[in-house]
């Protein structure tokens, strides 16, 4: 199957595959086992068929139980299997913040055994196919997606330049689907910003919190409870060497 073809044809947002970038050991990571999204909007097509169609058989779900009971029963499908992965540990309406690069901060510091769960959720489902998602698809799903081609050994500029694509996807469909009970004259701007917003800034924020406390992904992941073989396996599922 053509990948792009099936990513304009699912009713979602922001969907595009992990992978398919070079690796510092000459390797590309496979494109058809990890995927990321955007939630499905309540009012959209029901999007388990779609994602059926990729190959995905697990959907992890980032998202608190507050977000997730506004698309109930989204993944209902035969063969999918729903995986709640609350990365703010359904904490996320108490959490305040300025701006995102302090929730991005709140996320390292405070959510690294939730990441390190979700990771490891991907890395047991990667064989069969699975999709990350959030709201958006940019902040958590941006953060975990992150640590996954980090770990697999992509350089950090590609890392980076993949994270702020969802800026660009994210566009007037979807604030206008996200909002369609909210009057446009209400809307503030900050709401919208914050809806789409994906600088590479904020990801370079967060490694520098991960390699300045913990000196890289692969620690921080661990640290926060990740079994010491979880990578290796994911790097051997997803076409990668290990680094000398």
Known sequence: MAPDRLITAAPLHNLRPVGGLPTRTGDVVRDDLIWRSAAPLSRRTPASEAVVALGVRAVVDLRDARERASTPGAWQHPVLQARPMPVFEDRLHEIRFADLSELYAVMIDESGAALARAFAAV??????????HCTAGKDRTGVLSA???????????????DFAQSQQRLGPSYLAELFADVDARSLPGIAAHRATASPPELLEGAFARIDGEWGGSSAYLRAHGLDEDAIPRLRTLMGVRDEA
């Open 123 to 132: 890395s047991e489902h990667a064989a069969g196919g699975v999709l990350i």
């Open 147 to 161: 640590l996954v081609l980090d770990v697999l050994g992509v350089e950090r500029t590609l890392v980076l330049d």
